[in-house]
Every structure is written in structure tokens, then in C-alpha cells.
């Protein structure tokens, strides 16, 4: 059925076509630019191949003339515009010139004839083209174009493109007709082609028209910028999720405060540059897959360093929590600077993979980008895998053990300094792999974790010590709530505003968002 449709599109379209005769090639090639324009405007209502060829070569300056014939050039031969037939070229032959004007409306001209092609990407690429810089003179071909086409999206836009044509029209009926038809679009292009009609119409009733329009666009393109806070919200707040899962175990459930967590999260960034660096060496024809294999080496690379880190420094300063926090804070440093020392002080390139770039057009003025929309899943995963980790597996059993009364659980066998070390190793892998989700959508570099440790810290606590619901409620509330205050005060002060909020909300609910139920088995 398509088929038949697109057939009888093309018959529709080519029915009035005629053959191009010598006296429309000559007035195409002689004459002053207005003269040429107008007898282009004319071939184009209705082209036939030789016409088209004519003037595609006019734009690739490839036309001679003579006092009594026109030459196409092709491959250092001339060929009759009219017939198709080689020809000689006389020496006294002489070039085309096009000035910028003439080269503009063959530009416009192959475009129309574009219109016209039986190629869906062809017929769409032309009404971009067209809708570039769009002439009243190009109306007749346009209409006859949108009345045939068979695409919902061509003929969408080609009537977008020719309801712009009519507002310009010397008939008011059809300049209503066009403000009222446009007033249902939503693009800012349409909306700044209403504000400049509106500037310069002199009817009342069209003017009136216009603004009605205008107000329409309007509140489906702020429903747009309000869509899009609200998703780089939640975006930021998957980020901030991410990151703030593995300090909930570390912080939240063992009561280790460590400044280092924004450093294993780097150490996963930098894990994830090294794996792109191995695939695009030694497995280009996969490169695309890189992530995949980069998520698990992430996670292990920071859960190592984590797991030294415990075994080596933080297992002899549990419950002295003013040494942890410096000597983390210490230890984060001296990671900055390894870092430095091996890949340099620099920010290095991250690229994302071809299936993560580009986004989807959810309104006119509102792209999801697919790596966003990748790393908000990736954090549910994440938290989900952790969920049924803590809830459901014997580490998780040994880890709620340890946490609510360790020398209960070290009396029932369970090997507590194991445990501290799979925990806090765990905590870091999740940081490793907020660092590898980073790493798609920001700079790589040695500061990476400042940024974020904060941030974090203010989730965690926010949102109840030790409470994974807690966490979540935390990071996506703070990402929206930041996102919608620097709209409206910038973001040095939206950040301001957050922490005046926390500390406030504090001072209210010590516990933070979800307390934990019933009495510590250690009070």
C-alpha cells in the first residue's frame, strides 16, 4: 500500500512536468540575476530531468554559452542541455557567472526539485534545506509537494514550512489561517517567526490572531523547560545516588567517615579510561562494548584499593572518628597525587559510546541525552543489586550483624574483621562504579571526587544514617531541589540555599529522613 502511494505521489507531481526547450535554458544562463531568478522560478514549478541537470551544473559552474548555444560541461566534455547530446564547445565559449544572489536560489531551486523525489531521507532533507530561508516564490511547489506527500513527518513539516510562506501572504485569510495552523506548533523557530510577523502586521485581527499563537508556543515551551529541570534533576540525583550508595555502607553502616570516598570514585573514572584505551588499541571492531567490560574493573579496581585501605590504616581507628576523617582525608590527597604522577595533572578524554551519544527529541525544545538516560537506570540497578545484597545474601546477613551488635555477632562465629573488610570493600566498588557512570558524562581528572564528597555526605545523612530508602529519597530530592533553585537564584547560591535547608531540616529531624527503627542493640 505505501508503494502504491508513493507511486501515485510521483505521478501526481511529475503529471505537469514539461520538457525543458532551448529559449527556458537560455533564459536561465543570460540576462541580469532578477531576469535568470525569475525564469529559474518558473522551470522549477515543474522540472524535468533536463532541467534539473541544467541547473544542478549552473551550480557547480559548469555551464558555457555562447551567442547561440548553452554548453553543460561535463568531464571536459559539452553536452546539450535540452537533448542530452555531446556537443564540441566552441573556444569562444564563455563561463556562467552566478553571483551570491543566483547561487542562493539554485541552492533553494535543487531543493524544491528535492521535494519532489520518490526518497523519503531525500524529500526530508529538502524541507530542511527550504526551511533554512523560505521565498514566497517557492510557495507553489511546496503546496503541490504537501498535498502528495505520503509521510505523517514530510507533511508535517512541509506544512509548518508552507503556514510560514502565508503569513506573508497579501490575502488576510490566509495569514489567519497560517497564525492559527502555526499557534499549534511548540518550536522556538516558530515562535521567533510569529514575533517578527507580529512586529510588522498592520491588521488588527491578524495581529490579535498572531498573539494568541504566541501565547500557546509559549506554554508548551515552558512545559518544556520545566520537563527539563525536572529530568537534569533527576539525572543530577542519580549521579548523587550513585555516589552516595557506597558512603551509606562505609558511613552509614560501619560509621567510618571517609574523606577518601570521592578518591575511589576517581580511581573507578580512571579504571574506566584505562579499559577504553586497551579496547581502542587492541579491539577496535568492539570498541562500542567498552563500558561493559569497564563496569566490572571499576568496581574491583576501587574495591582493592578499598579493601588496603581498611586492612592497612582504617581497621585500627574504628570508633575514633576525628582520626578516621584526617587520616582519610590524608590518604585522599596522596591518591590525587599518584594519580597525577601516572596520568598527569590534566583532565583526560573520555568518549562515550556510539550507542550512548545523540538523545531522544521528547519536545521541540526538550533532548534527553542517552547517556543521562543510561546512568539513571545504571543507579537503580545498582541500588537494587545492593538491596537484595544487604537483604538477602549471607555477607549481607553478616554486615546487618556486625553493624547492629558486633560482639554478639563475633560470640555467634562470625569473623567481624573479615566483615569490616568485604563492607568497606563493597562501599568502595560502588564508588568505583558512580566513578565509571561519571566518566560518560563529565571531565576525568584528579579532582574528580571534590566535587562530589560533599554532596554526598549531605545525602547520606539527610536522608537517615544507615537507610538505603533513606538514601534514594535524599539524592533525587536534592538533585530536582538544586536543579530548580539555580534556575531561578544561580548556582552559587542554589547551593547555598541547599545546606541552609539541610542544616535547618537537622536541626528538626536529627535522625534525617528515615530514622532507624527500634532501640541499637549496642546503646
Known sequence: MRWLILVLSALVLSAPAQALTPAQARSLVTGDAQARIAALNAVVVA???????????????????????????????????????EVPVPEAAEDVIN?????????????????????DKQRAEAVKTLA?????????????????EPVPAIKEALAKLRFALLLGSADKARRLEAAVALGASGTPATKLLLTERQKVETDAE??????????????????????????????LGSILLLVALGLAITYGLMGVINMAHGELMMIGAYATYVVQNLFRTYLPGVFDAYIVAAIPVSFLAAALVGAMLERSVIRWLYGRPLETLLAT?????????????????????????SWLSGGVAAMSNLTLPF???????????????????????????????????????????VNTARVDTYAFALGSGIAGLAGCALS??????????????????????????????????????????????????????????????????IQKRPQGIFAMKGRSAEA
Request: charged share 15%; hydrophobic share 55%; aromatic share 6%.
Open 47 to 85: 522540472p524535468d530531468e533536463r532541467a534539473v541537470a541544467l541547473i544542478r551544473a549552473l551550480s557547480d559552474d559548469a555551464v558555457k554559452v555562447t551567442d547561440s548555444a548553452v554548453f553543460i560541461i561535463k568531464d571536459g566534455k559539452g553536452f546539450d542541455p535540452v537533448t542530452g547530446a
Open 99 to 119: 553571483n551570491n544572489q543566483m547561487r542562493t536560489e539554485l541552492g533553494s531551486a535543487l531543493a524544491l526539485v528535492g521535494l519532489l523525489s520518490s526518497d
Open 132 to 148: 533554512g530561508e523560505p521565498s514566497e516564490s517557492q510557495l507553489p511547489v511546496i503546496e503541490k509537494a504537501w498535498a502528495a
Open 206 to 235: 491578524v495581529k490579535a490572531a498572531l498573539g494568541v499563537a504566541l501565547s500557546s508556543i509559549e506554554g508548551r515551551l515552558a512545559w518544556g523547560e520545566r520537563l527539563g529541570v525536572v529530568f537534569t534533576g533527576v539525572s
Open 329 to 353: 582525608w590524608g590518604i585522599s590527597l596522596m591518591l590525587m597525587q599518584a594519580v597525577r604522577n601516572i596520568f598527569g595533572a590534566q583532565n583526560v578524554p573520555v568518549e562515550n559510546p
Open 371 to 413: 547517556n543521562r538516560i543510561a546512568i539513571i537506570a545504571f543507579a537503580f540497578i545498582v541500588l537494587a543489586a545492593v538491596a537484595a545484597l544487604i537483604a538477602h545474601t549471607r555477607l549481607g546477613l553478616f554486615v546487618r550483624g556486625v553493624t547492629q551488635n558486633r560482639k554478639m555477632a563475633a560470640c555467634m562465629g
Open 440 to 505: 560518560q558524562v563529565g571531565n576525568v581528572g584528579p579532582d574528580l571526587g571534590q566535587s562530589y564528597i560533599v554532596d554526598s555526605f549531605m545525602v547520606v545523612v539527610l536522608g537517615g544514617v544507615g537507610q538505603l530508602a533513606g538514601t534514594v529519597y535524599a539524592a533525587l530530592g536534592l538533585g530536582v531541589l538544586n536543579k530548580l533553585l539555580e534556575g531561578w537564584q544561580g548556582a552559587v547560591l542554589a547551593k547555598i540555599m541547599v545546606l541552609v535547608f539541610i542544616v535547618i531540616f
